[in-house]
């Protein structure tokens, strides 16, 4: 076990680079505005079950699903990146199209869990794990991110409060067009491995 000690910080590291929860904080935050602490709490969780629902299920079942459905890695991730531009866009932009008429927080949990959290960055990195270190070392990894990943959006508002409403909406807007620029990459990759 003394030697998986390094392999588990390094996968941590690296998944938690790539699941980048200080990123989702001011998104977060502006989906759930004026919600109870008890759902902020509970979108928290459906963020970092569907993340971690994901993660692990690409590492357990690795290519399976891709044989299955007859899809590639490549087309993942084209498709996960026009996902992940639609976001950016919408953060660089200012523009609320994930939120319900009413304002309700409801699909807070699932747009922050995917494609924000855990989109083809993130299943490629686990996908890659798996290969060098086998199943254990990436299960633990996912582990410890996914509760530092839920701490950081448990107390998201207290984030957005001690860093300030300015501060806050220009990072959303400078890590938006950040998003949009990370997913136009990840489609330009999915094209040249389709090509």
Same mark, same amino acid.
């Given at each position: 076990?003394?030697?998986?000690?390094?392999?588990?910080?390094?996968?941590?590291?690296? $998944?938690? /680079?790539? $699941?980048?929860?200080?990123?989702?904080?001011?998104?977060?935050?502006?989906?759930?505005?004026?919600?109870? #602490?008890?759902? #902020?709490?509970?979108?928290?969780?459906?963020?970092? +079950?569907?993340?971690?629902?994901?993660?692990? =299920?690409?590492?357990? =079942?690795?290519?399976?699903?891709?044989?299955?459905?007859?899809?590639?890695?490549?087309?993942?991730?084209?498709?996960?990146?026009?996902?992940?531009?639609?976001?950016?866009?919408?953060?660089?932009?200012?523009?609320?199209?994930?939120? +319900?008429?009413?304002?309700?927080?409801?699909?807070?949990? /699932? #747009?922050?869990?995917?494609?924000?959290?855990?989109?083809?960055?993130?299943?490629?990195?686990?996908?890659?794990?798996?290969?060098?270190?086998?199943?254990?070392?990436?299960? /633990?990894?996912?582990?410890?991110?996914?509760?530092?990943?839920?701490?950081?959006?448990? =107390? +998201?508002?207290?984030?957005?409060?001690?860093?300030?409403?300015?501060?806050?909406?220009?990072?959303?807007?400078?890590?938006?067009? $950040?998003?949009?620029?990370?997913?136009?990459?990840?489609?330009?990759?999915?094209?040249?491995?389709?090509?």
């Amino acid at each position: 076990m003394q030697g998986s000690i390094p392999a588990i910080i390094y996968a941590f590291s690296a $998944l938690f /680079v790539i $699941l980048d929860p200080l990123l989702s904080v001011p998104i977060f935050t502006t989906m759930v505005k004026g919600a109870s #602490v008890a759902e #902020v709490r509970k979108q928290a969780l459906i963020a970092v +079950s569907v993340a971690g629902f994901l993660l692990y =299920f690409f590492l357990f =079942f690795n290519f399976f699903i891709f044989d299955v459905l007859g899809i590639d890695l490549p087309s993942f991730q084209v498709a996960g990146g026009i996902l992940l531009f639609i976001l950016g866009m919408q953060m660089a932009l200012g523009i609320d199209i994930s939120r +319900s008429k009413d304002h309700t927080p409801t699909v807070a949990g /699932v #747009v922050i869990g995917t494609p924000l959290l855990c989109g083809p960055g993130a299943i490629t990195t686990v996908l890659l794990l798996a290969n060098e270190y086998g199943m254990v070392v990436p299960a /633990v990894a996912i582990a410890l991110s996914l509760v530092a990943t839920w701490i950081i959006l448990r =107390f +998201s508002g207290h984030i957005q409060r001690l860093l300030g409403d300015c501060v806050t909406d220009i990072m959303a807007k400078v890590l938006g067009m $950040l998003v949009a620029a990370i997913a136009v990459k990840i489609i330009a990759e999915g094209i040249m491995g389709i090509l």
